[in-house]
């Protein structure tokens, strides 16, 4: 049986705040003139559509946080969804538009969008956890469409819960035949002692029942990214790798063996954010197992360790992690880690896919980790 865990970063399209943001160079430079338009009394029309963009640029347009607006790549139309409003517009009923639309959703690049499922195509695990996707009808159409292309016979199972974000941050199990997801449970209503939810996404608990009769439990997380305020964002993950671990001690001592945490934490092993996980449980990271397997760093990279780094001659920063139990982790055949669709920031440093040429190609910033064991 294999397992894999992979942080994709969308399937088709990608809430533009998410995105790199090429001109926050130009963030003060803009908010100043922002600040001398707004002084004005009396605006003109050009004046008041430079506001419009400025706000966009700067990211405080609070009326751009849903995505109301999503262009559909393939076909070209674009569709119009809210409370009061719903039609598919082809361009020509547009002649008479006088505004605009702000897209929240940027289309990813093709070569990127292939790169993702020959990612997975590599792998071919019969157990598949992804980390940040839009929704279902999305998972199935790349499950049932860019997979076979890749010679990867589609999953038969998919499932998707909708977390607690709302830019499509979603978490998605695949499953193929043999490997029946018998429950699923949210825990996006959880709450801290304040009566604040305490996952900004999601952990959920999928209950598998293997082809052999044996009863997997996989815990998947995605924990508080770095933001602006780091020190705030440190005290929400702690929060949340303690509420991980509370739940895997509890099923542990009902009895449940076969036990793996999978998923985004977002901080590097020593980080003290989640020391509840790595160091409070018996949870083993499969990355230190003795078959672990992966493309080592070229040149000179090979024989450094960077700190945070995934080990020696592995030098990306450690955010995803695929921990087990102890009685799971003594069953690992072998275990490794596919960083081809990960973009170099200085090249070479480690084998990418030949199609990457920029770094909109990549599949993803995150590695695939994967595991086999033998059950």
Known sequence: MKIATFNIQNLFHRDRSLLDKPFNNCSVEWTIEIDQLMGKLQKTERENER??????MIGIDNSLQLPYAVI??????????????????????????????????????????????RIIADINPDILILQEIEDRASLEEFNTVLLPKFNCIPFRDSFVVQGNDKRGQEIGILTRKGFEIRSVRSHIFDQDISGRNIFNKDLLEYDIRT????????????LQEAGSDNDLSEIFRREQ????????????????????????LNAASFSNSIIPLLQETNLRDVTRHQSFNVDYDKGKDAGYFSLGAYQKGVNIKQKDYLLLS?????????????????????????????????????????????VEIEI
């Not at 509890?250 to 985004?264: N, R």
């Open 51 to 56: 506001l419009r963009e400025l706000s966009c």
């Open 72 to 117: 559909k790549r393939k076909s070209g139309f674009i569709f119009l969804k809210g409370i009061d409003y719903s039609k598919e517009l082809k361009a020509g009923e547009l002649t008479d538009w006088n505004g605009w639309i702000a897209l929240q959703n940027v289309p990813i690049e093709p070569l990127a969008i292939e790169n993702k499922a």
């Open 211 to 222: 082809k052999e009769g044996n009863a997997i439990v996989i815990l998947a997380a995605h």
């Open 241 to 264: 790798a303690e509420r991980v671990a509370e739940v895997y001690k509890k099923l542990h001592a009902e009895g449940k063996q076969y036990i793996a945490v999978v998923g985004t």
């Open 326 to 370: 102890p009685e799971l982790f003594a069953r690992v055949k072998k275990c490794g880690l596919n960083r081809r669709g990960v973009w170099p920031e200085k090249r070479p440093i480690w084998s990418i896919y030949p199609n990457m040429q920029q770094k909109n190609q990549a599949a993803s910033e995150h590695p695939a980790i994967w």
